[in-house]
């Protein structure tokens, strides 16, 4: 089963993108506020994403899909490690996103986007990083 990363792609590039113009910005403008906004969602829609393609990479290596299905997030990038697809500290980072964006869930509040955005330049790396493992599995 091939899987397919163009939706997980074109986030990231959205995400470059709205990083790339927020940096750009002046923070007393409301374009500033725009890419902001933008660059937290596309964090979050780029999280959901990952999980998601990675349980479908894990798969074969489960007894069952419903198996895989039922790991939390935080399961997921664990078993990745096990299975050598990505280094443990790439894991740690990802958790550590995955504990940011539950906080995001709870808190609009500007200090704590702010604090998101000081994860991003790392998190748009492991999240293209992700894209190239989960293209090579398709290629196994």
Avoid at 8 to 19: D, F, G, Q, V, W
Avoid at 78 to 106: F, G, K, M, P
Wanted: one cysteine or more; glycine letters at 2%; proline letters at 2%.
């Amino acid at each position: 089963m091939e899987i397919d990363t163009t939706y997980y792609e074109r986030c990231i590039s959205t995400l470059e993108k709205a990083h790339e113009l927020l940096l750009k910005s002046n923070p007393e403008n409301i374009d500033y506020d725009m890419y902001r906004s933008a660059c937290i969602k596309e964090f979050e829609i780029i999280i959901e994403q990952s999980g998601k393609l990675l349980r479908k990479v894990l798969k074969p290596y489960f007894h069952s899909s419903k198996a895989v299905d039922q790991l939390y997030f935080k399961e997921v990038f664990r078993h990745a490690v096990l299975r050598n697809l990505i280094s443990n500290e790439t894991c740690e980072r990802w958790l550590q996103y995955w504990d940011n964006r539950n906080n995001t869930t709870h808190d609009y509040g500007v200090n704590f986007a702010e604090e998101t955005l000081k994860l991003l330049p790392q998190f748009i790396s492991d999240a293209t990083d992700l894209a190239v493992v989960i293209k090579q599995q398709n290629n196994n």
